[in-house]
């Protein structure tokens, strides 16, 4: 046995631990801070009504060429599969910068196209340009949200609601910027929406990482924190579109909205220097109290050494078993909570339910977000409403994503009170929604809006919080994005073959013989209450279907629910804290130390 003595003083101690600049970049929390930026910008899907009438009138597009534009950027937003499984092999740098690399290629050929800078492109490089520039709002999001959610296990429904929470503002967000940098220059907007994503994921590459560390007691308060300042920001946006809504606004106003914009976009960096800077100090303290510190090395005995290539034979012999079991094991899955491979995960009952009832819920939510101009229209609003409608969408949005995944953290913790029922219940709520729609109940939508708007953002931390818990860590980024598809599913179902069929069969009742007639990419106008009447009287039925089916995935998972989850994360961090700095590091706690990291899911 060797034993080695290493004399520190306070000066020495705080040399070693280096600046706390340093420590703040290379920190968990300054993580969780660049994933808010990349998260901020990375919308771009959700504001395509703001630029799609710059394509259709710059290329000459009919309204049935411009949706099927629409539909590839829809499929590519939904479609992160590829994203997913890239990840699972590569860092998250890797990933980031193919989204990056993917974004500006897609929208910087649109803008070309539309402001002539390159001769008319053919409708289908149309549809792989803008397919490429939503794809690579897959890749922001796995890169960014499995992140977090490996370094913050145990938080995980907190983490995804403020990740996801400000992926609903970006629209408002990007929609200041760009009057701040461009004015009213639309076209323009389509070259923001190029660059600064791609420059945002490029700044921060190195920062945004799995990190293996232990999990802190504070880090709920911190989460906690950063949520206000993201309620701030959307109480400013929400207030700030009302009164763009109702002043005229000149490019100076612009340019003090972006600078305030910018301003709430870095403040939740005075909330990550303030956690570092507080653990900096306390690290520091525990290392200028101890003026000595005792390492000892053992040397290994002949039992250690005996038995060494026992364990790993043993070890190689259980890696075996499940390569060759790979295939065979698909309907043998583990218990819940446990690491499922992706195929017993997508083959699992659990997910199938999961699959299911996500397709019909968030597929009515998303038909009544893309369709609420033409219901308003419809149902005699005025033309300006239009923008409101949009705005609370967009606003709600946000609060349904931080709102249910902060909530359901709560709820979980403190009262055991399952995350799927929580999915139940926001699919019921929706209902309440489509059936003012259905019935046209007068100044009803703005409450529809609200409700469709807080529904569908409260679904995603739902659903993937709900997987990585169940189908564990290892493989989440695949499943996750396997769960989005969902979305797509659901739309095109709903709002594709249901709603469009039957508005346009409303429509033809109102001008006979003219649906049949028809040239193509010429629209009919319907209106009334009648013309979407039918359509969400079936998507009600189906969202209340949808219910019952994730009120069955309820029941069989209320046993898992019933259990503390989060027990061995809180375990981990409480022996870490505990262990005193002094004197020898055993086998035993270096065996447990790496048995917690295992534990964490930390690829």
């Given at each position: 046995?060797?034993?080695?003595?290493?004399?520190?003083?306070?000066?020495?101690?705080?040399?070693?631990?280096?600046?706390?600049?340093?420590?703040?970049?290379?920190?968990?929390?300054?993580?969780?801070?660049?994933?808010?930026?990349?998260?901020?910008?990375?919308?771009?899907?959700?504001?395509?009504?703001?630029?799609?009438?710059?394509?259709?009138?710059?290329?000459?597009?009919?309204?049935?060429?411009?949706?099927?534009?629409?539909?590839?950027?829809?499929?590519?937003?939904?479609?992160?599969?590829?994203?997913?499984?890239?990840?699972?092999?590569?860092?998250?740098?890797?990933?980031?910068?193919?989204?990056?690399?993917?974004?500006?290629?897609?929208?910087?050929?649109?803008?070309?196209?539309?402001?002539?800078?390159?001769?008319?492109?053919?409708?289908?490089?149309?549809?792989?340009?803008?397919?490429?520039?939503?794809?690579?709002?897959?890749?922001?999001?796995?890169?960014?949200?499995?992140?977090?959610?490996?370094?913050?296990?145990?938080?995980?429904?907190?983490?995804?609601?403020?990740?996801?929470?400000?992926?609903?503002?970006?629209?408002?967000?990007?929609?200041?910027?760009?009057?701040?940098?461009?004015?009213?220059?639309?076209?323009?907007?389509?070259?923001?929406?190029?660059?600064?994503?791609?420059?945002?994921?490029?700044?921060?590459?190195?920062?945004?990482?799995?990190?293996?560390?232990?999990?802190?007691?504070?880090?709920?308060?911190?989460?906690?924190?950063?949520?206000?300042?993201?309620?701030?920001?959307?109480?400013?946006?929400?207030?700030?579109i009302i009164v763009q809504n109702n002043l005229g606004f000149t490019r100076t106003d612009y340019v003090l909205d972006g600078l305030m914009v910018l301003f709430f976009l870095f403040l939740p960096l005075a909330v990550v220097f303030r956690e570092e800077l507080y653990l900096w100090r306390a690290t520091n303290q525990d290392l200028t109290d101890t003026s000595e510190v005792m390492v000892i090395t053992e040397d290994p005995s002949p039992t250690t050494e005996s038995n060494q290539p026992q364990l790993e034979s043993s070890a190689d012999m259980t890696k075996s078993e499940k390569e060759g079991s790979c295939f065979s094991n698909i309907f043998k899955p583990p218990s819940r909570g446990e690491d499922y491979t992706i195929l017993q995960a997508l083959f699992s009952v659990d997910m199938l339910l999961l699959f299911a009832a996500s397709t019909f819920s968030v597929g009515g939510t998303l038909t009544a977000i893309d369709n609420l101009g033409q219901i308003a229209k419809s149902l005699g609003y005025p033309s300006k409403s239009t923008s409101t409608f949009v705005s609370l969408v967009s606003i709600w949005n946000y609060l349904g994503?931080?709102?249910?995944?902060?909530?359901?953290?709560?709820?979980?913790?403190?009262?055991?009170?399952?995350?799927?029922?929580?999915?139940?219940?926001?699919?019921?709520?929706?209902?309440?929604?489509?059936?003012?729609?259905?019935f046209g109940v007068p100044n009803s939508l703005y409450l529809s809006s609200l409700i469709a708007g807080f529904c569908f953002g409260a679904q995603w931390p739902l659903l993937y919080a709900i997987i990585s818990e169940i189908f564990g860590l290892k493989y989440c980024s695949t499943l996750m994005n396997m769960g989005g598809l969902a979305s797509p599913l659901g739309s095109y179902i709903l709002n594709v073959r249901v709603t469009g069929y039957l508005y346009d069969k409303e429509a033809s009742k109102q001008l006979p013989g003219k649906w049949l007639t028809m040239d193509a990419g010429e629209g009919?106008?319907?209106?009334?209450?009648?013309?979407?009447?039918?359509?969400?009287?079936?998507?009600?039925?189906?969202?209340?279907?949808?219910?019952?089916?994730?009120?069955?995935?309820?029941?069989?998972?209320?046993n898992f629910y019933k259990v503390d989850m989060y027990s061995k994360y809180r375990m981990d961090a409480q022996t870490v804290m505990s262990t005193p700095r002094r004197g020898p590091v055993s086998p035993e706690r270096e065996s447990l130390l790496e048995h917690s990291q295992d534990k964490r899911c930390a690829d």
């Open positions: 046995m060797v034993a080695t003595v290493v004399s520190t003083s306070g000066r020495g101690g705080s040399t070693k631990l280096g600046s706390i600049g340093h420590r703040v970049i290379t920190g968990r929390w300054f993580t969780v801070f660049a994933s808010l930026l990349v998260m901020a910008v990375s919308g771009a899907t959700y504001m395509f009504g703001s630029y799609s009438n710059d394509i259709k009138t710059s290329l000459g597009y009919d309204q049935t060429t411009l949706n099927l534009l629409g539909f590839f950027k829809d499929l590519g937003a939904n479609v992160g599969v590829v994203s997913g499984l890239i990840n699972e092999i590569t860092p998250t740098w890797v990933i980031l910068s193919i989204g990056a690399v993917m974004n500006f290629y897609g929208y910087f050929m649109i803008w070309l196209a539309v402001t002539g800078r390159i001769a008319k492109p053919q409708v289908w490089q149309m549809c792989l340009y803008i397919c490429s520039g939503a794809n690579s709002q897959s890749f922001s999001n796995t890169g960014a949200l499995v992140t977090c959610v490996k370094n913050f296990p145990g938080s995980r429904g907190s983490v995804l609601g403020l990740l996801k929470g400000y992926v609903g503002l970006s629209g408002a967000i990007i929609t200041q910027l760009y009057h701040a940098f461009y004015g009213d220059d639309s076209k323009s907007l389509i070259l923001l929406i190029a660059w600064i994503p791609a420059a945002v994921s490029i700044f921060f590459l190195p920062t945004i990482r799995v990190l293996n560390t232990a999990r802190q007691p504070s880090e709920l308060r911190v989460f906690y924190n950063l949520l206000y300042v993201s309620l701030g920001f959307a109480g400013f946006l929400m207030l700030l994503r931080v709102v249910a995944g902060f909530a359901s953290e709560i709820l979980l913790t403190k009262y055991k009170f399952p995350r799927p029922l929580m999915l139940s219940l926001i699919m019921l709520v929706s209902c309440v929604g489509h059936l003012l729609i259905a009919l106008s319907c209106i009334g209450v009648h013309c979407y009447k039918m359509a969400f009287l079936i998507i009600t039925a189906l969202t209340l279907m949808a219910c019952l089916i994730s009120l069955i995935f309820v029941i069989r998972t209320r």
